[in-house]
């Protein structure tokens, strides 16, 4: 009979996904008590840390160290932070051993080169990023403003995933980023970051806590953004109050829920997929029976999320993995072949990383609740919309991504032509008087010198000048008194 180690090495409070550590180790041990009943044929042993970075002996390091040396361990179940996680994967690589995870969202485990023995059975950021992208292609949405709070470490993560996407793979989007912490010493200001942003931008991700969304999204009221020209996408990884709180519109007692409302219809909101199957619900009702016998607490169901899923379902499919090589007449010892070979409900690409299902979710205007209206599916790489339920657009349709009359509405063909002043009119009609009174007078005066010039002509002919002839045709002549002339016509006398 084959003897299988499996150690766990789980990080409370301290890693990006936070959990209760009673809760992660019931779902692993309900997963070890099927999996013995399901393969008698082989003994499964299991060993459960609870690590911490605040002592040593408790590092995951140097416990997967020890139990690697002493106890010869088949195969890693966790850690989940990063930060825990990236030592004991090369190190687990280097041995050969297979390491099965839930967490390691950090887009630097895509590196299997480097994680060769290392199997993501949790939410891969890369994939959730693939999804908005594919999305905001759909609806031809280049031009976006991302606001991320990097206090918690999920948030830097999807922050870091998405620039990493959008400048190595995602050409075609523009992309402005802009992160903030809470713990800063001077308080974000939200009105004047959006201030800011809405000059290069009318799609906006919020990656955050749903108190952070709620204070971005009433910044935004504040600032008129609720009139259908913008658009805003948020990220609820899974449904767990205390790490990323409410994303509801509605507070208790809350003076602005109204106007929270009619913000949140411009918001869209992407969450993992979670199955609604009988099995899961089973699952989930043996975690919480299981860690009410074992460490005598009480579990909300909403802690049994799709990462105690993952973890329970790592130990599940290690198991098939095993059962099948052993049965083929493999090498159980070979984690690199076995990691890849793991098989279950769920489907793990060439990569060793899950493909998980995420959902996009809307404000029903008539409800006030948030229903789903699409799916992406991972493995086919598509998008589809949920039959008979459209987005609601507050403008009655997607914003453009490009405003008509630009991001400032200063667009020229947006300027309407000002009216003639009337200072104008008064100034041309003035003009027209003053030039019609000097044509006038100029007429005036040239008839005046003209009259006055003919008036002063010195070759005038004189009444006394003229002389009349009997003895000849009646004619009329000068004569120059000066002179014994007759001009005009002369005559030689006899």
């Known amino acids: 009979m084959w003897v299988t180690q499996i150690v766990g090495i789980f990080t409370q409070f301290d890693g990006e996904l936070q959990y209760e550590y009673s809760v ?12 013995k009943i399901k393969y008698p044929d082989i003994t499964f042993e299991f060993t459960a840390y609870n690590s911490s970075s605040a002592s040593i002996n408790d590092h995951a390091v140097v416990i997967a160290s020890r139990e690697h ?37 950090d887009v630097e485990f895509l590196n299997k080169i480097l994680y060769s023995t290392l199997l993501r059975n949790g939410i891969v950021l890369s994939r959730l990023v693939h999804f908005i ?16 709070d990097e206090t918690d470490k999920w948030g830097s993560l999807i922050h870091k995933s998405m620039k990493k996407f959008l400048t190595e793979v995602d050409h075609e989007v523009r992309t402005y980023f802009q992160s903030f912490s809470r713990y800063s010493r001077v308080k974000t200001n939200f009105t004047y970051l959006l201030s800011d942003l809405r000059k290069t931008a009318r799609i906006f991700i919020i990656i955050g806590t749903g108190q952070i969304l709620r204070e971005i999204l009433f910044a935004a009221y504040d600032l008129g953004m609720s009139n259908g020209e913008y658009a805003f996408l948020s990220v609820k990884l899974f449904n767990n109050r205390k790490s990323f709180g409410e994303f509801t519109w509605f507070k208790k007692d ?16 992407v969450t993992v997929q979670v199955s609604a199957d009988s099995e899961y619900r089973q699952f989930v009702q043996d975690v919480i029976e299981h860690s009410s016998k074992q460490f005598n607490v009480s ?8 990462i105690i899923a993952g973890f329970h379902d790592c130990v599940m499919m290690y198991a098939a993995a095993l059962n099948k090589t052993l049965v083929e007449g493999g090498d159980p010892r070979d984690g690199y072949t076995l990691i890849r070979s793991l098989i279950g409900d769920i489907y793990i690409n060439s990569n060793g990383d899950r493909e998980a299902d995420y959902t996009l979710s809307d404000l029903d205007p008539t409800t006030g609740e948030m229903r789903a209206v699409a799916t992406y599916y991972s493995v086919q790489q598509t998008f589809e919309f949920i039959p008979d339920v459209s987005i609601h657009w507050p403008g009655g349709s997607p914003p453009s991504a490009y405003p008509f009359c630009g991001f400032t509405g200063d667009a020229p063909h947006c300027q309407q032509e000002e009216p003639f002043p009337i200072y104008g ?10 030039l019609a009174a000097v044509g006038f007078g100029l007429q005036i005066y040239r008839r005046v010198k003209l009259e006055s010039d003919l008036k002063n002509l010195w070759w005038k002919v004189q009444w006394d ?11 009329l002549v000068s004569v120059d008194t000066s002179e014994d002339r007759v001009y005009g016509f002369e005559k030689k006398r006899e």
């Open 24 to 35: 992660i180790k019931s779902a692993v041990e309900v997963a070890v008590e099927k999996a």
């Open 69 to 105: 040396y002493e106890r010869h361990v088949s195969i890693f179940i966790g850690p989940s932070a990063t930060q825990e996680l990236e030592p004991v994967a090369k190190m687990a690589a280097a041995w050969g051993i297979p390491i099965c995870t839930a967490g390691g969202m």
């Open 133 to 148: 992208m594919t999305y905001f292609h759909v609806l031809d949405w280049h031009r976006i403003a991302v606001l991320s």
């Open 254 to 269: 809350d003076p602005r829920n109204a106007d929270a409302r009619k913000i949140y219809e411009a918001l869209l909101l």
């Open 299 to 306: 579990v909300e169901e909403e802690s049994v999320n799709v």
């Open 425 to 434: 009119y008064i100034v041309i009609t003035a003009a027209v008087i003053f």
């Open 465 to 475: 000048d003229i002389i009349f002839q009997n003895n000849g045709p009646k004619s």
